[in-house]
């Protein structure tokens, strides 16, 4: 398999804030890839670059091959990006906006694959309707069918299911899935993280402009082996000392990370000796907020997993 | 070229969906000018042995081509810029030059559009005598749409927000439009005034224009065609430079 993205020391600043500090990154042809991390983090600054929308300071990034600012026009051809804004041009109907965005791109007579994209994003019978009409979950449609007209072999995400509803959720990643198993590479970004993991093969996560984890989905989870532990204590009490370093805390909860189910007795043994009450206590699966939140709060389980 | 060819397609298409507004509205404005001005001035007024609403007519023609091809890539821009839809046309694989003369080329045919409809109501009102020379109407009119169309491009890439559009507009367009000698000769002004007049570039694009119709002008027609030419040269470089540097476009 080819490269899809390849991304290679990018700096980026707006003024004295440092958006991106050193980025790389390779994506390669097919992968379902997911871009996670807080608001600020750089996610939409990474996207924008690649699509030539900021320019970095420096560094470089190219889309299958193709550099994204020397030969933007061949890079811009290869890449589809669904925006985050749900924006709209108020002039024209669903169908005249997908014929014009096909001309920007040197496609005339794209009628054919304009009515396949609006059959699967259910469109077909709002194609005549003015963008303005149409309700906020169509219009994201609208933007979802704009970025595909030129049937890019990679397509970028940048937070697609944002204030959607459940069913165009379900039947827009049941038709992004269906471009990726056809060879499409994808790349998402989502505050979803079930979503995330349901969906991307491999993940990076971004915090202040730097990638602080990058790793297959199903190694990221593993790698956070096991089970978790959240507990809470009456009146929001503190953990006694010998156990604060073993957890971290998350929505009023401390979470133990374990290794086995034999732990739990050392750490509920260590809370009552301490005079501590339980308020509240859950034993779940490590599931992709766990390393998240964990990743966020810098503790270190990249182990290997450096950026490349 | 697909680019520009459908980026000029959608901005013809945008103004004239809305052609109520953008066309039919500047041609009432015009011939309410022109009613209110001749009812007035006719009989009392003839300048260069033109009578008053003849000499009028094509300097209300030419200040509504170049009033609207401003208003039509100014406007375009800010409110796609405003909006985020912008981003349709970033994302393509549209070069600079392609968008610069596809935003231009649109902005002038809006004007040449209202310049032909205020001509169509406005010229029963006098009898024009006329179109001397032809070509150079032609010339005048679309070096100075598309002067215009560009200075807008310039305008609404700088601009951030409406009101400082409107600025832009209100304290340099219309007066220099206004001031050009669209109402009046310039002989007819005190001699300093007149030679303000000779640092406005749109005054030699009306008097020029105004020479198609009547052979007679303030400056002869090849002089204001070197300025306007050099005007044009100078506006349109710098809005290219704009576009390529990616100035409060590109990031």
């Known amino acids: 398999m080819g490269v899809a993205i390849s991304i290679r020391q990018v700096v980026k600043d707006f003024g004295s804030l440092r958006a991106l500090d050193g980025v790389s990154l390779e994506i390669a042809e097919g992968e379902f890839f997911g871009l996670l991390g807080p608001n600020g983090a750089g996610k939409t600054t990474l996207i924008s670059c690649l699509a030539g929308l900021v320019r970095p300071n420096s560094g470089s990034l190219s889309v299958m091959g193709c550099d994204v600012l020397a030969d933007y026009r061949e890079a811009r051809r290869r890449l589809g990006v669904v925006p985050q804004e749900l924006v709209f041009d108020p002039f024209f109907s669903v169908r005249e906006t997908l014929r014009i965005q096909s001309g920007y791109f040197g496609l005339r007579n794209n009628d054919d694959w304009i009515d396949e994209i609006l059959e699967n994003l259910d469109l077909t019978a709002k194609a005549d309707t003015n963008m303005r009409r149409l309700s906020g979950g169509m219009k994201r449609r609208v933007l979802v069918a704009q970025a595909l007209v030129h049937k890019p072999p990679v397509i970028v995400l940048d937070e697609p299911t944002a204030g959607v509803d459940v069913e165009l959720r379900q039947g827009l990643w049941h038709f992004v899935q269906r471009l990726n198993r056809e060879g499409h590479t994808v790349i998402l970004t989502t505050h979803y993280l079930e979503e995330a993991e349901a969906l991307c093969n491999r993940i990076a996560m971004l915090k202040q402009g730097r990638i ?20 809470r204590l009456v009146n929001g009490e503190e953990l006694p000392d010998s156990l604060r370093s073993r957890a971290t805390q998350n929505n009023g909860m401390w979470v133990f990370r374990l290794t086995g189910f034999d732990e739990i007795e050392g750490v509920l043994a260590e809370i009552r000796l301490a005079g501590c009450v339980i308020e509240d206590l859950r034993l779940s699966q490590t599931d992709l907020e766990d390393v998240f939140v964990g990743v966020m709060q810098g503790v270190d389980f990249i182990q290997g997993g450096e950026a490349r | 070229m697909s680019g520009f060819r459908t980026l000029l397609y959608k901005e013809v298409l945008r103004f004239w969906k809305v052609s109520f507004q953008t066309v039919a509205a500047p041609v009432i404005t015009a011939l309410l000018y022109l009613l ?26 030419m200040m509504s081509v170049l009033q609207n091809a401003f208003a039509n890539s100014s406007s375009s821009l800010i409110q796609s810029k405003v909006t985020g839809s912008v981003v349709f046309v970033l994302l393509p694989p549209i070069s600079y030059v392609e968008f610069f003369l ?63 559009l409107a600025g832009f507009q209100n304290f340099l367009i219309m007066p220099l439009t206004m001031l050009s000698g669209v109402f009046y000769s310039i002989h007819s002004l005190p001699i300093f005034w007149q030679r303000v007049s000779h640092f406005n570039p749109v005054f030699y694009m009306i008097d020029g224009f105004r020479y198609g119709f009547f052979g007679v002008s303030d400056v002869s027609p090849g002089a204001s065609l070197a300025v306007v030419a050099l005007s044009f040269l100078v506006v349109a470089l710098t809005t290219l430079a704009l576009l390529r540097s990616g100035y409060k476009l590109r990031y």
Do not use: C, E
Request: charged share 5%.
């Open chain 1, 212 to 231: 602080v984890a990058l790793d297959t989905t199903s190694n990221l989870l593993a790698r956070f082996s096991g089970h978790t532990l959240n507990l």
């Open chain 2, 102 to 164: 596809a935003y231009m080329v649109a902005a002038m045919l809006r004007g040449l559009m209202v310049g032909v409809g205020v001509l169509a109501v406005t010229g029963w009102f006098a009898p024009l005598g006329f179109f001397v020379a032809p070509a150079w109407i032609l010339v005048f009119a679309v070096s100075g749409g598309s002067i215009m169309g560009s200075l807008g491009m310039i305008a609404g890439i700088w601009a951030d927000k409406f009101d400082q």
């Open chain 2, 36 to 61: 209110i001005f001749s009812h007035v001035l006719d009989s009392h007024v003839q300048i260069n042995g033109v009578r008053y609403t003849a000499f009028l007519i094509p300097g209300l023609v």
